[in-house]
Protein backbone atom coordinates (compact mmCIF):
# COMPACT_ATOMS: atom_id res chain seq x y z
CA UNK A 1 0.00 0.00 0.00
CA UNK A 2 2.81 2.25 1.31
CA UNK A 3 5.08 1.91 -1.78
CA UNK A 4 2.07 2.31 -4.42
CA UNK A 5 1.39 5.30 -2.18
CA UNK A 6 5.06 6.35 -3.23
CA UNK A 7 4.65 5.44 -6.88
CA UNK A 8 1.67 7.61 -6.81
CA UNK A 9 3.52 10.78 -5.69
CA UNK A 10 6.41 9.51 -8.60
CA UNK A 11 4.01 9.82 -11.25
CA UNK A 12 2.02 12.82 -10.00
CA UNK A 13 5.34 14.84 -9.84
CA UNK A 14 6.88 13.68 -13.33
CA UNK A 15 3.18 14.91 -14.74
CA UNK A 16 3.78 17.54 -12.76
CA UNK A 17 7.56 18.47 -14.75
CA UNK A 18 5.62 17.42 -18.17
CA UNK A 19 2.97 20.41 -17.70
CA UNK A 20 5.56 23.06 -16.74
CA UNK A 21 7.85 21.96 -19.31
CA UNK A 22 4.49 22.92 -21.62
CA UNK A 23 3.92 25.97 -20.33
CA UNK A 24 8.07 27.58 -21.13
CA UNK A 25 7.04 26.65 -25.02
CA UNK A 26 9.81 24.05 -24.90
CA UNK A 27 7.22 21.41 -26.42
CA UNK A 28 4.43 20.42 -29.03
CA UNK A 29 4.54 23.46 -31.92
CA UNK A 30 5.68 22.54 -35.18
CA UNK A 31 5.55 26.19 -35.90
CA UNK A 32 9.23 27.59 -36.88
CA UNK A 33 8.66 31.01 -35.41
CA UNK A 34 6.97 29.49 -32.41
CA UNK A 35 10.04 27.45 -31.67
CA UNK A 36 12.17 29.93 -32.52
CA UNK A 37 10.19 32.19 -29.30
CA UNK A 38 8.80 34.94 -32.31
CA UNK A 39 5.64 33.82 -31.81
CA UNK A 40 4.68 37.42 -30.07
CA UNK A 41 0.64 37.81 -30.07
CA UNK A 42 -0.35 40.64 -31.66
CA UNK A 43 -1.72 41.81 -34.94
CA UNK A 44 -1.60 44.29 -37.26
CA UNK A 45 -4.26 46.18 -39.06
CA UNK A 46 -3.46 47.28 -42.96
CA UNK A 47 -6.74 49.22 -44.69
CA UNK A 48 -7.45 51.64 -47.28
CA UNK A 49 -11.42 51.68 -45.74
CA UNK A 50 -12.49 48.99 -48.69
CA UNK A 51 -9.58 46.15 -48.49
CA UNK A 52 -8.12 44.55 -45.13
CA UNK A 53 -5.44 42.60 -44.04
CA UNK A 54 -4.70 41.31 -41.04
CA UNK A 55 -1.09 39.79 -40.33
CA UNK A 56 0.28 38.52 -37.63
CA UNK A 57 3.52 39.28 -36.27
CA UNK A 58 5.12 36.64 -37.95
CA UNK A 59 3.74 37.20 -41.05
CA UNK A 60 5.02 40.85 -40.64
CA UNK A 61 8.38 39.19 -40.56
CA UNK A 62 8.08 37.09 -43.24
CA UNK A 63 7.48 39.89 -45.68
CA UNK A 64 10.84 41.84 -46.90
CA UNK A 65 12.74 43.37 -44.37
CA UNK A 66 14.07 47.11 -44.42
CA UNK A 67 17.50 47.75 -42.50
CA UNK A 68 18.84 50.99 -41.10
CA UNK A 69 18.97 53.33 -38.54
CA UNK A 70 16.95 55.15 -36.27
CA UNK A 71 17.43 58.09 -33.77
CA UNK A 72 15.23 60.06 -31.91
CA UNK A 73 14.35 62.88 -30.21
CA UNK A 74 11.05 63.20 -27.72
CA UNK A 75 9.82 66.87 -26.71
CA UNK A 76 11.69 67.13 -23.60
CA UNK A 77 14.90 66.31 -25.17
CA UNK A 78 15.41 63.43 -24.29
CA UNK A 79 17.68 61.30 -26.82
CA UNK A 80 16.85 57.97 -28.19
CA UNK A 81 19.75 55.73 -30.21
CA UNK A 82 20.87 55.75 -32.20
CA UNK A 83 19.74 52.09 -33.09
CA UNK A 84 20.34 49.62 -35.75
CA UNK A 85 16.42 48.96 -36.72
CA UNK A 86 14.53 46.15 -38.81
CA UNK A 87 11.35 46.19 -39.93
CA UNK A 88 9.04 46.54 -42.91
CA UNK A 89 8.91 49.96 -44.79
CA UNK A 90 5.34 51.16 -44.81
CA UNK A 91 5.33 51.33 -48.62
CA UNK A 92 5.87 47.25 -48.68
CA UNK A 93 2.42 47.27 -46.56
CA UNK A 94 0.49 49.41 -48.74
CA UNK A 95 1.49 46.98 -51.55
CA UNK A 96 -0.66 44.50 -49.66
CA UNK A 97 -4.04 46.79 -49.98
CA UNK A 98 -3.49 48.03 -53.47
CA UNK A 99 -0.91 51.07 -52.88
CA UNK A 100 -0.09 54.53 -52.13
CA UNK A 101 -1.25 57.11 -54.51
CA UNK A 102 -0.20 61.16 -54.74
CA UNK A 103 -2.48 62.98 -52.33
CA UNK A 104 -2.87 59.81 -49.98
CA UNK A 105 -1.96 60.25 -46.37
CA UNK A 106 -1.96 57.01 -43.39
CA UNK A 107 -3.00 57.39 -40.08
CA UNK A 108 -1.28 55.29 -37.75
CA UNK A 109 -2.48 53.66 -34.23
CA UNK A 110 -1.65 51.98 -31.18
CA UNK A 111 -4.38 50.60 -28.59
CA UNK A 112 -3.96 53.67 -26.27
CA UNK A 113 -5.50 56.24 -28.43
CA UNK A 114 -2.53 57.40 -30.08
CA UNK A 115 -2.48 58.35 -33.78
CA UNK A 116 -0.33 60.21 -36.32
CA UNK A 117 -1.27 61.07 -39.35
CA UNK A 118 1.75 61.14 -42.50
CA UNK A 119 1.29 62.98 -45.39
CA UNK A 120 2.27 61.98 -49.31
CA UNK A 121 5.27 63.67 -49.30
CA UNK A 122 6.68 61.94 -45.63
CA UNK A 123 5.89 58.68 -47.28
CA UNK A 124 8.41 59.11 -49.74
CA UNK A 125 10.44 60.31 -47.47
CA UNK A 126 10.51 64.01 -47.46
CA UNK A 127 9.57 67.01 -44.98
CA UNK A 128 10.45 66.08 -42.23
CA UNK A 129 12.33 68.21 -39.33
CA UNK A 130 15.98 66.73 -38.82
CA UNK A 131 18.61 67.55 -36.55
CA UNK A 132 22.27 66.73 -35.88
CA UNK A 133 23.98 65.30 -32.78
CA UNK A 134 23.79 68.58 -30.53
CA UNK A 135 19.82 68.80 -31.62
CA UNK A 136 20.85 71.30 -34.42
CA UNK A 137 18.09 71.20 -37.18
CA UNK A 138 19.89 70.09 -39.78
CA UNK A 139 18.56 69.54 -44.16
CA UNK A 140 17.09 66.29 -44.05
CA UNK A 141 18.79 63.20 -46.08
CA UNK A 142 16.01 60.31 -47.37
CA UNK A 143 13.73 58.88 -45.02
CA UNK A 144 12.23 55.96 -44.78
CA UNK A 145 8.76 55.04 -42.74
CA UNK A 146 9.63 51.76 -40.81
CA UNK A 147 6.91 49.78 -39.15
CA UNK A 148 9.82 48.55 -36.84
CA UNK A 149 10.09 45.22 -35.09
CA UNK A 150 13.71 44.68 -33.58
CA UNK A 151 16.31 47.73 -32.11
CA UNK A 152 19.81 46.73 -31.91
CA UNK A 153 19.28 43.42 -33.35
CA UNK A 154 17.05 41.96 -30.36
CA UNK A 155 12.91 42.54 -29.72
CA UNK A 156 11.30 45.57 -29.20
CA UNK A 157 10.17 45.75 -25.48
CA UNK A 158 6.95 46.46 -24.22
CA UNK A 159 8.53 49.78 -22.05
CA UNK A 160 9.72 50.87 -25.81
CA UNK A 161 7.04 50.35 -27.91
CA UNK A 162 7.12 46.86 -28.76
CA UNK A 163 6.38 44.38 -30.41
CA UNK A 164 5.94 47.17 -33.48
CA UNK A 165 6.58 50.84 -33.69
CA UNK A 166 6.98 53.12 -36.26
CA UNK A 167 10.64 54.42 -36.84
CA UNK A 168 11.53 57.00 -38.97
CA UNK A 169 14.69 55.53 -40.44
CA UNK A 170 17.86 56.97 -41.86
CA UNK A 171 20.48 55.03 -43.66
CA UNK A 172 23.16 56.78 -41.58
CA UNK A 173 23.22 56.75 -37.69
CA UNK A 174 23.93 60.54 -37.10
CA UNK A 175 20.74 61.62 -37.79
CA UNK A 176 17.67 62.76 -35.09
CA UNK A 177 14.08 63.01 -36.16
CA UNK A 178 11.11 63.89 -33.79
CA UNK A 179 9.77 61.02 -31.74
CA UNK A 180 6.15 62.56 -31.76
CA UNK A 181 5.82 60.43 -34.91
CA UNK A 182 7.87 57.30 -33.39
CA UNK A 183 4.05 55.50 -32.67
CA UNK A 184 4.64 52.88 -29.95
CA UNK A 185 2.69 49.65 -29.96
CA UNK A 186 1.58 49.76 -33.40
CA UNK A 187 -2.01 47.53 -34.38
CA UNK A 188 -3.70 49.47 -37.08
CA UNK A 189 -2.71 51.40 -40.25
CA UNK A 190 -4.91 52.97 -42.15
CA UNK A 191 -4.73 54.49 -45.65
CA UNK A 192 -6.48 57.53 -46.52
CA UNK A 193 -7.56 58.33 -50.08
CA UNK A 194 -7.28 61.53 -51.65
N1 LIG B 1 1.23 54.74 -28.74
C1 LIG B 1 1.92 55.86 -28.41
N2 LIG B 1 3.03 56.16 -29.10
C2 LIG B 1 3.72 57.29 -28.82
C3 LIG B 1 3.29 58.20 -27.82
C4 LIG B 1 2.12 57.83 -27.10
O1 LIG B 1 1.66 58.55 -26.17
N3 LIG B 1 1.46 56.66 -27.43
N4 LIG B 1 4.01 59.35 -27.59
C5 LIG B 1 4.87 59.82 -28.67
C6 LIG B 1 5.75 60.91 -28.29
S1 LIG B 1 5.07 62.47 -28.23
C7 LIG B 1 7.08 60.71 -28.04
S2 LIG B 1 8.13 61.98 -27.73
C8 LIG B 1 7.63 59.35 -28.02
C9 LIG B 1 8.15 59.07 -26.64
O2 LIG B 1 8.83 57.86 -26.64
P1 LIG B 1 9.15 57.09 -25.30
O3 LIG B 1 7.83 56.82 -24.61
O4 LIG B 1 9.86 55.86 -25.70
O5 LIG B 1 9.96 58.01 -24.44
O6 LIG B 1 6.69 58.32 -28.35
C10 LIG B 1 5.71 58.69 -29.26
N5 LIG B 1 4.87 57.53 -29.53
MO1 LIG C 1 6.74 63.83 -27.45
Known amino acids: M ?18 ACGCTGTTGSTDPAAQAGEDVAWNLTVTDGTQEKVLSFSEIKALPA ?3 YGYAVSTVGIKYGPYTVKG ?89 TEGSAWVKWVDRIEVERS
Open 88 to 176: VSLTTLFDLVGGFGEGDQVGISAPDGYYWVFDDEQVAGKGFVTFDENLKEKPSPDLTLVLAYEFNGTAIPDGDGGPLRMVVGTDEPSTI
Open 66 to 68: WEG
Open 2 to 19: KARFVRFLVVFALICAAA
